[in-house]
């Protein structure tokens, strides 16, 4: 595994959860990196992107304002803020490694990904 994410769980609406995405066995300091999330049923979508040095973030409307993307490269680590959980933010959640140095909305220009992490927000 050379991306594990942690941190998700059962929240109720409202609330905050912080997920965190560590690279092991190879390092992603000079990669853009990313989180997906993929609700039951649906397909995966983007939801925070991040450049290989930080100076560039993007976000979705239906998140913008509530999830913050944020990396140290010194820990070979990315997290992903989600604060005002809304039920609809429900999904598994998986961080990716972009194939350059910046992030990409389009998920076919990630080559390595997480195993996910399930986020449930309870109403």
């Known amino acids: 595994v050379q991306l594990q994410a942690s941190g998700g769980g059962l929240v109720q609406a409202g609330t905050s959860l912080r997920l965190s995405c560590v690279a092991s066995?190879?390092?992603?300091?000079?990669?853009?990196m990313g989180w997906f999330r993929q609700p039951p049923g649906k397909e995966r979508e983007f939801v925070a992107g991040i450049s290989w040095n930080g100076g560039f973030t993007g976000y979705p409307d239906p998140v913008k304002g509530r999830f913050t993307i944020s990396r140290d490269n010194a820990k070979n680590t990315v997290y992903l803020q989600m604060d005002n959980l809304k039920p609809e933010d429900t999904a598994v959640y998986y961080c990716?490694?972009?194939?350059?140095?910046?992030?990409?909305?389009?998920?076919?220009?990630?080559?390595?990904w997480g195993q996910g992490t399930q986020v449930t927000v309870s109403s």
């Open positions: 066995r190879r390092t992603f300091w000079n990669n853009g």
């Open positions: 990716a490694a972009a194939r350059g140095a910046s992030y990409s909305v389009n998920r076919r220009d990630y080559n390595y």
